[in-house]
């Protein structure tokens, strides 16, 4: 099965600190796309930041941006000058053939004041 | 437009009775999705549909589950003869097109199901 793992079940940072998420995946595909979602408690999940595969330029938005590593296969979030917002759970998804999504299992992050 | 809507947000049900969820998508969105998201996990994808043909379901969708996108809009999500192991958060998605594109999916804030 093609699985995507975030290690990481819990983070903390201090707010302004910068921290970063780790993501690593499987896929047997050359083409295709990486997510990060932010998940608030008991609130919608939203698209935080997405790679292309095929570009090798890391994506940036804002205050997060990703370290994608193709060979590797990993693709982790850096989420800079961290803000009491920012606390959720993050999840790491690929998708499949250009449809549905694999998730991982999420990295619950914390901020503290 | 205000996003992808759910309904209900929560719902508690007898093991053993039938229920039955929905999702409107943002209207000009060609693509629906459902997942499933138990406590403390990544949501597992359940099914897809492109407009009103329902083009993939997962194993995880057993037979006593059924999913109904009518006309290419909403969606109905419905489960016979729930079971304790049904109690998770269910999730509507839409998009249009496939993951790539640039917003990829929108999601609700799902249906919170809870068998007893």
């Known amino acids: 099965a093609q699985t995507v793992t975030q290690s990481q079940p819990e983070m903390s940072v201090q707010e302004a600190e910068t921290v970063t998420l780790s993501c690593t995946y499987d896929?047997?595909?050359?083409?295709?796309?990486l997510f990060w979602y932010k998940q608030p408690p008991s609130r919608q999940m939203i698209l935080v930041i997405r790679?292309?595969?095929?570009?090798?330029q890391n994506a940036t938005e804002n205050r997060f941006s990703v370290n994608f590593q193709k060979a590797a296969k990993s693709f982790s979030l850096k989420i800079s000058d961290s803000q009491l917002g920012d606390a959720a759970m993050y999840f790491c998804?690929?998708?499949?053939?250009?449809?549905?999504?694999?998730f991982g299992g999420g990295t619950r992050l914390m901020v503290k004041p | 437009d205000t996003g992808v809507s759910q309904d209900p947000r929560h719902k508690i049900t007898k093991r053993g009775q039938n229920v039955t969820f929905r999702c409107d998508p943002i209207?000009?969105?060609?693509?629906l999705y459902w997942y499933r998201q138990t406590l403390g996990q990544g949501p597992e994808f359940l099914t897809y549909?492109?407009?009103?043909?329902?083009?993939?379901k997962s194993r995880l969708l057993s037979d006593r589950f059924s999913a109904e996108r009518p006309k290419g809009s909403f969606s109905t999500l419905e489960i016979q003869r729930t079971e304790q192991g049904d109690s998770a958060m269910y999730l509507c998605?839409?998009?249009?097109?496939?993951?790539?594109?640039?917003?990829?999916?929108?999601f609700g804030s799902g249906t919170r199901l809870t068998v007893v």
């Open positions: 549909f492109q407009n009103e043909a329902q083009l993939e």
């Open positions: 998804a690929r998708d499949n053939a250009g449809n549905m999504l694999t």
């Open positions: 209207s000009e969105h060609n693509r």
């Open positions: 896929t047997s595909e050359s083409d295709y796309y």
């Open positions: 998605a839409s998009s249009l097109g496939g993951t790539g594109t640039r917003y990829g999916y929108t």
């Open positions: 790679q292309e595969a095929y570009k090798q």
